[in-house]
């Protein structure tokens, strides 16, 4: 039976039924109808469902829904500015063509904001470090690299 | 998939007593990052899941010179890998939690949860059951302390019994003069499952000569992670030279008992125990003569793929 669930999601509180082994991921997805997480393989390897958790990234299928409540969730829908302007990692990836298909792009956006919200002056090494868990089956990895790094530069440059 | 019903306990005490009404109806949460692979695999179906993972007296984690390193069950793998004491004084542990999957996992995934899934893969095992480890775990009757290397009991398999949990793990201070490394060995370079994983801890007396203590852990290369015991003793109390450490390699070859699987054949892991083994001791015993490596070189080391 669904249970009522309370979450912070992208600043505004929620509160919502969800069935108790739901995880994160589909409450997100059918219950809140935030279908930029993609579920990828549901099993935490491909980590195309990465969201924010209380500001960490966390593949959000391996997330049982009831066990967040009370908790913040920035999903790729909460990056952008009020005024609709990009995230500076968005942004990069756009200037840069960090993408194709784009179904890993949200879940590598939200690694890369996490990863600088620690360090905003990552080493390569570090940023294939930080993405070591986020599959793209389309491309090579070197332009989702080079736009988070371009994405780094405008934070520390005071544009972020 | 069988449904299940979620419960939380916002204590250890309303947890036991959960598990205790539910019994074998229920099953432990605490990271969920196996238990929701296995509950989609159909693999586990319990009636009840009880989350321990808001429990906030199981989260510390703390360390002194005195008293060593005390971790709460449900410490991340990522604090494990971030935490500026364990990078100093624990660094065949923090290179195990860099070596374990993704930061997304890591950050979800807790200590206790590796410890009890007792997977002989487990990245984190190798590397408790070199620092000696001591579990504490909470029950029914009050609270009992088991050592890590009597903990496992088969692959899967513990001495937990219903209605028990595991609280904490308690790691003994280094000796002076401690180095140690944990590599892992896999397939892919990042979010893989270890073909085998080898921890070294080596101490040496003052001089920096004479192996005062030693104690190594392997990896996926047996029904339950284990200590290789043989190479351990050839070293203790003697002077350490390459061809000693050579022998300690090989002698820890003879204390693994691997099978064969996808990930590569008895044989294969067979000889990369004996390399492991020569790679984390030459690495450890660098650092116990006083040269620290840098957490970014641990890292590095950490993982050493085939491709
Ligand atoms: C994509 C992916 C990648 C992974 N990569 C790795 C890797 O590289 N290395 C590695 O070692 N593992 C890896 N794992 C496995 C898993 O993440 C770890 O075993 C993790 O540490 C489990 O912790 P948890 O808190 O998520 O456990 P849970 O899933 O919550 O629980 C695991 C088991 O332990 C029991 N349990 C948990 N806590 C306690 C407690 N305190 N007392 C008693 N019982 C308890 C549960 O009942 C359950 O049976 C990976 C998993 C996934 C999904």
New binding site residues.
């Given amino acids: 039976m669904k249970k009522p669930l309370k979450l912070t999601v992208n600043g505004e509180p929620r509160e919502f039924f969800v069935e108790p082994y739901f995880s994160l991921l589909d409450a997100l997805r059918d219950e809140l109808h935030l279908t930029g997480t993609k579920k990828g393989c549901d099993?935490?390897?491909c980590g195309a469902c990465t969201v924010l958790l209380d500001g960490k990234p966390v593949?959000s299928c391996?997330v049982l829904a009831h066990s967040a409540h009370d908790s913040q969730v920035t999903t790729i829908e909460g990056l952008a500015g009020q005024d609709g302007l990009l995230h500076p990692v968005q942004q990069a990836f756009v200037t840069h063509g960090g993408l194709q298909c784009g179904f890993c792009t949200p879940g590598l956006v939200m690694s890369a904001v996490g990863l600088l919200q620690e360090n905003s002056d990552p080493s390569v090494d570090e940023v294939k470090y930080a993405i070591g868990g986020n599959l793209c089956r389309c491309t090579g990895y070197s332009k989702v690299i080079e736009s988070i790094m371009a994405a780094a530069q405008e934070i520390r440059d005071g544009n972020g | 998939m069988a449904r299940f019903e979620y419960l939380e306990a916002r204590t250890l005490r309303q947890a036991i007593s959960l598990l205790q009404r539910h019994g074998d109806e229920a099953?432990?949460?605490?990271?969920?990052?196996?238990?929701?692979?296995r509950w989609r695999q159909g693999v586990w179906q319990p009636k009840y899941v009880v989350n321990?993972g808001r429990i906030a007296s199981?989260r510390r984690i703390s360390y002194s010179r005195r008293l060593g390193l005390r971790l709460g069950?449900l410490v991340s793998?990522r604090d494990l890998e971030t935490h500026p004491q364990i990078q100093s004084n624990y660094s065949a542990l923090s290179a195990a939690a860099a070596?374990?999957?993704g930061v997304q996992?890591r950050n979800?995934?807790?200590?206790?949860?590796?410890v009890?899934?007792a997977?002989p893969?487990?990245?984190?095992l190798p590397a408790l059951l070199a620092f000696d480890a001591q579990c504490k775990i909470a029950g029914p009757e009050g609270d009992r302390w088991v050592a890590l290397s009597e903990f496992f009991t088969g692959p899967g398999r513990t001495v937990?019994q219903t209605g028990?949990?595991?609280?904490e793990l308690r790691l003994p201070p280094p000796l002076p003069n401690t180095g140690s490394l944990y590599i892992k060995h896999s397939p892919r370079g990042a979010?893989?499952?270890?073909t085998l994983g080898v921890a070294s801890v080596i101490s040496l007396e003052g001089s920096g000569r004479v192996c005062r203590n030693l104690r190594i852990g392997l990896g996926a290369v047996a029904p339950t992670p284990i200590r290789a015991s043989s190479a351990e003793s050839l070293l203790w109390g003697r002077e350490v030279t390459p061809e000693l450490i050579t022998s300690a390699a090989q002698a820890a070859k003879a204390d693994a008992k691997p099978i064969g699987d996808v990930r590569g054949s008895a044989e294969h892991r067979q000889d990369m125990v004996a390399v492991l083994t020569q790679r984390t001791l030459d690495r450890a015993l660098d650092m116990a003569r006083g040269n620290p490596m840098a957490f970014e070189m641990q890292r590095q080391f950490a993982i050493q793929a085939a491709f």
């Fill in positions: 099993e935490g390897d593949t391996l | 099953r432990i949460v605490a990271g969920s990052t196996d238990f929701l692979v321990i199981l069950a793998v070596s374990f999957a996992v979800l995934a807790t200590v206790g949860g590796n009890c899934n997977s893969a487990g990245d984190t937990l028990e949990i595991l609280t979010m893989d499952i270890a």
